[in-house]
């Protein structure tokens, strides 16, 4: 099971193609690229113009442009826009969707919580910028204090 939907997991290579072509690209162009086809890759570019990622022109020229940049896109803006809000179990959604029978009594509900809210965390810190780039030093690493060395790992 993927972590990301493959909605997501387009709409990634849409924003990595269009910040990689500054003058924007066609979703013919998109599409033939990557092997989407183009309906679903229009309804997510709809989406990924609706909420404000990019902009699009209509004619002979036109296509589609990336209108924010990589490093003001977080990871959690982009699922959100895309799919139903991220939830790492049933209960850490709203209480009145809720569905799980042990619910009043289960002893793993408060901790999957905190790792709900942790998940939650890096993916609101986490950018487009630092997909798009890997050297890019992560931004949890400065949140929690912590150095990276330049392969990647912790010292």
């Known amino acids: 099971m993927s972590f990301f939907s493959r909605k997501m997991d387009y709409a990634l290579l849409v924003l990595s193609h269009l910040h990689g072509n500054p003058d924007g690209s066609s979703a013919r162009e998109i599409s033939a690229k990557f092997s989407i086809s183009r309906p679903f890759l229009a309804n997510i570019m709809k989406t990924l113009c609706h909420h404000g990622y990019l902009s699009s022109h209509r004619g002979v ?10 490093e003001d896109i977080a990871l959690a803006d982009i699922m959100q826009s895309l799919d139903e809000p991220f939830h790492l179990t049933d209960c ?23 790792v709900h ?26 949140q929690f204090g912590l150095e990276l060395v330049s392969h990647g790992t912790h010292k």
């Open 61 to 70: 020229h036109g296509g589609y442009v990336l209108i924010r940049k990589p």
């Open 92 to 114: 850490s959604k709203d209480i009145e969707k809720q569905t799980c029978s042990a619910r009043n009594f289960c002893p793993i509900r408060t901790g999957m919580s905190g």
């Open 117 to 142: 809210d942790r998940i939650r965390t890096i993916l609101k810190d986490v950018t487009l910028a630092e997909i798009l780039d890997p050297t890019i030093r992560p931004s949890i690493s400065r």
